[in-house]
């Protein structure tokens, strides 16, 4: 009997990572929009306005996202459009609220995120092997509801047996409740399990403080954890460190 019944992944910098540029042109086109949807409500506010409201909000969810917590989409929104204008909420219809966050959200789609060389065969290949699968995300401003979307086109979401994003449980890792959540949906001990993930603290440290294996994929560059089981710089021998373990 092997030791280890179930796998989970990391999802950015380690299945997908963002074409140079991309987070620039999806903050970009977000920003227009915004702009273009308050000028239609007449409220107008500059793109320098909004812009700066951009980047204030992201100074607070930077600092929200260092205490391992996380925000859902519409208290993100919330607080850009406060730091636009503090009565602007209040001016709002709830249509308009909603436009606003479905813009906010599905930014991404616009300018879309690439799959890692290997990542599909990884994980056809531990899909194949029978192990139960899972999905441990942190997100930004893009929301798992929208991940999802850009996986299932991916041709990579039908691997998985549960996904978990920071924003749906508004904890992050490497807080222990975002490994945990996703085991007792996977309904496996934390021995029996091994998580792959980029990041030696997020990812690594996070796993192994709940019994979790872990192994860390490296690439160019990466602090090599020194607490992972193993360490791994090619997706597609993925299967055989697992089953080393």
């Known amino acids: 009997m092997r030791n280890i019944s179930a796998v989970t992944f990391d999802l950015w910098d380690t299945l997908v990572q963002e074409h140079p540029g991309g987070a620039q042109r999806v903050a970009k086109s977000m920003i227009d929009k915004i702009v273009h949807t308050l000028c239609h409500t007449g409220m107008v506010h ?6 700066d409201a951009y980047d204030k909000s992201g100074i607070f ?3 929200t996202w260092s205490k391992r917590r996380d925000l859902s989409v519409r208290d993100q929104v919330l607080f850009l459009l406060n730091c636009i204008d503090g009565k602007l909420v209040g001016k709002l219809k709830g249509k308009d609220l909603d436009a606003i966050e479905k813009i906010y959200s599905e930014g991404i789609l616009d300018h879309r995120p690439m799959l890692l060389p290997g990542a599909k065969e990884a994980l056809r290949s531990v899909n194949e092997k029978g192990y139960r699968m899972g999905l ?7 929301p798992g509801s929208v991940l999802r979307l850009v996986m299932q086109d991916m041709g990579i979401l039908h ?3 549960v996904t978990t994003f920071s924003n749906e449980l508004l904890v992050r890792k490497p807080a ?3 490994f945990r959540r996703t085991l007792d949906g996977l309904k496996v ?3 029996a399990a091994v998580h792959i993930g980029d990041n030696p603290d997020q990812d690594i440290e996070g796993a192994k403080k709940v019994g979790m294996h872990a192994i860390q994929f490296v690439t160019d560059g990466k602090r090599v954890s020194k607490v992972a089981d193993d360490h791994v710089r090619s997706l597609e021998r993925i299967l055989e460190h697992i089953e080393k373990l």
């Open 136 to 142: 441990i995300s942190n997100t930004g401003r893009t």
């Open 61 to 63: 969810l930077e600092l």
């Open 159 to 161: 691997h998985f047996d």
């Open 176 to 178: 222990e409740t975002i």
């Open 189 to 191: 001990f934390p021995k």
């Open 46 to 51: 500059t793109e320098e306005e909004v812009q």
